[in-house]
């Protein structure tokens, strides 16, 4: 989507491995957000920010961390990486008046 | 415990037809409704919204129909099309609060 891109697209890696997702927006929109989407469970929020350097958990944070240190880049890191974060991730954005997201087009991450 | 339900994992319907999908939340303090169509290899597309504060919003072929006695919304397309074949998933916001917590989605297939 315009104004928000991820990458990798896609990552196969190991059990174990540390592993670094990137969103880089070029809205300058405040929020920004991960989710994962896995069959059955819809999309649920990992972590978000609102703000530079100002992050927070959501519903499915454990085993995950996030940065933030430049209003357009909001990064998602797997410490030690596990089979059942397989998933599908996305990166989303949205600003002060709107409630809506703008997503991106998602990283499918697979773990053997 | 999951706030926001989407209890048809898919739904067939013909070209021309009425499609209804179903969202019911337990949370009394969301506010705020969306739906978000969802192609394969794609991100979330915002589609329609509706605040609390009204029953009925209405955006070309779609309509979202809000019912807060009874925690539910839906979202009318007429006429369907075989291009809104897609997931379309429901979400809803509480207050100020800038995160979206999403149902698990409904694969609509519109057939020819």
């Known amino acids: 989507d315009a104004g928000i891109t991820q990458s990798p697209r896609h990552k196969v890696t190991e059990t174990g491995t540390p592993v670094t997702l990137r969103c880089h927006q070029t809205e300058n929109h405040r929020y920004m957000y991960w989710y994962r989407q896995d069959p059955g469970h819809g999309l649920r929020l990992i972590h978000y920010?609102?703000?530079?350097?100002?992050?927070d958990k959501g519903e499915v944070s454990d085993g995950y961390s996030v940065s933030r240190s430049k209003t357009e880049d909001f990064l998602l890191t797997l410490e030690s990486a596990t089979s059942s974060q397989t998933s599908v991730y996305f990166c989303?954005?949205?600003?002060?008046?709107?409630?809506?997201?703008?997503f991106g087009s998602g990283t499918r991450l697979t773990v053997v | 415990d999951q706030q926001v339900k989407q209890n048809s994992p898919s739904l067939s319907v013909q070209e021309g037809r009425i499609s209804i999908l179903n969202c019911d939340y337990t949370?009394?303090?969301?506010?705020?409704f969306l739906w978000y169509k969802k192609y394969p290899a794609e991100g979330p597309t915002f589609l329609i919204s509706i605040s609390s504060i009204k029953d009925k919003n209405e955006d070309g072929r779609f309509t979202v129909f809000l019912n807060k006695s009874a925690k539910h919304l839906s979202l009318h397309i007429v006429p369907s099309q075989p291009g809104d074949s897609a997931v379309y998933f429901c979400a809803a916001s509480e207050g100020s609060a800038r995160q979206l917590t999403f149902g698990s989605g409904t694969q609509l297939t519109v057939l020819p």
């Open positions: 949370n009394s303090m969301f506010d705020y």
């Open positions: 920010s609102y703000g530079v350097k100002d992050t």
């Open positions: 989303a954005i949205s600003d002060f008046d709107s409630y809506g997201y703008t």
